[in-house]
């Protein structure tokens, strides 16, 4: 797809989002949700409160550490190879939460936000819930106009793709972690 597609995706979805600037619930919500994603600070709540429930300690913590180590490494090396400049600020825009001194492309908030919803959301029955949060982080960096919709997109896919790739690398010991007699994914096994 050329910059100039890209380009003229991202402003047609920056218009939508202009309708909804400037009115106190929605500028409202999209501040608390972009506020909640800096640094990973609603996957940390969300893992502190997974992995109080039995059987999800190893799940919670992993989704923790993780995204904390890998999304930022991923998203400070794209970003130095992209360089992609942020939206130029324009008179009507919400108040930034904070200056972002980092380049546009990829979006580190919804990085981090698609990838612990992916390692959050296995074999649990609240993942759709942090799909929501995920969505809603995103969102509210375009809201903001902290990034283009592509940056965000491209940071939901990233991060998706990192939570997948968490998955698998987490499979080994959570076999070693579930407690004996039972496999990681939950049939149970015959004990001699």
């Not at 930034?96 to 981090?112: C, E, I, K, W």
């Not at 990192?162 to 496999?183: D, F, I, K, Y």
Request: charged share 20%; hydrophobic share 45%.
């Amino acid at each position: 797809m050329s910059r100039a597609v890209v380009d003229a995706i991202d402003e047609r979805v920056d218009a939508v989002f202009g309708r909804w600037r400037g009115r106190p619930v929605a500028d409202g919500l999209a501040y608390g949700a972009s506020a909640l994603g800096d640094h990973g600070l609603v996957w940390f709540l969300i893992g502190l409160a997974r992995g109080r429930r039995p059987g999800r300690r190893f799940g919670a913590a992993w989704a923790v550490i993780f995204s904390g180590i890998v999304t930022p490494v991923v998203n400070a090396a794209v970003k130095s190879a992209v360089g992609r400049g942020r939206p130029d600020p324009r008179h009507d825009d919400p108040p930034p939460v904070r200056v972002p001194t980092s380049t546009s492309f990829p979006s580190g908030h919804a990085l981090a936000a698609w990838c612990a919803a992916t390692l959050l959301a296995e074999d649990d029955p609240l993942g759709p819930a942090y799909y929501l949060v995920a969505a809603a982080v995103s969102v509210s960096r375009v809201h903001l106009r902290q990034h283009h919709a592509s940056d965000v997109a491209a940071g939901a896919v990233l991060g998706i793709t990192l939570g997948h790739a968490g998955r698998r690398m987490a499979r080994p010991w959570r076999w070693r972690s579930t407690p004996r007699g039972m496999r990681s994914a939950g049939k149970a096994l015959e004990v001699p």
